[in-house]
């Protein structure tokens, strides 16, 4: 199966449409419709499109300047996870920066919408260079850690 990675300043109708989808199949139920809520009022950003030979997308990460910092976020569908396509997306938002951020949830204690435990990522960033930082977001939606790689 051949994978490849596209990056655009933004995205098609249907693969915004497809985004949304992996976002609410892959991420906690309380974090369901926020997709479109991440990049609001964001200005900069690249999408890196994970893409199989059918040109589906079957991942997507994106990086974006919020408060000084390059931030990013990532997914992949349940079918294509633990065959090393997070990393490959991890690569390519690393060959563009020198440091990124992100909110990663720590615990195992959220349900996905199919009512499946949500499984921290936490050991593939650990994997992959990143360090966690003493700053945690706690709200009703997310319980989560802040998480840096740096060159």
Not at 43 to 62: K, P, Q, R, S
Not at 109 to 135: A, C, H, R, W
Request: negative net charge.
């Amino acid at each position: 199966m051949t994978i490849k990675i596209e990056i655009s300043k933004s995205l098609t109708e249907d693969q915004t449409k497809k985004v949304d989808q992996l976002w609410n199949e892959v991420y906690p139920i309380q974090l369901n419709n926020r997709f479109r809520l991440l990049l609001e009022g964001i200005e900069d950003y690249n999408h890196h499109l994970l893409l199989n030979e059918a040109d589906e997308v079957i991942g997507w990460a994106v990086a974006f300047f919020r408060a000084n910092e390059l931030w990013f976020s990532i997914l992949i569908s349940a079918t294509n996870q633990n065959k090393g396509n997070g990393k490959m997306l991890l690569d390519s938002l690393k060959r563009n920066s020198t440091n990124l951020c992100g909110w990663v949830i720590d615990h195992n204690n959220d349900l996905k919408q199919d009512s499946s435990t949500y499984y921290t990522p936490m050991q593939f960033y650990l994997k992959n260079g990143f360090i966690v930082m003493e700053q945690r977001i706690e709200t009703a939606i997310i319980s989560a850690v802040k998480i840096k790689f740096e060159v």
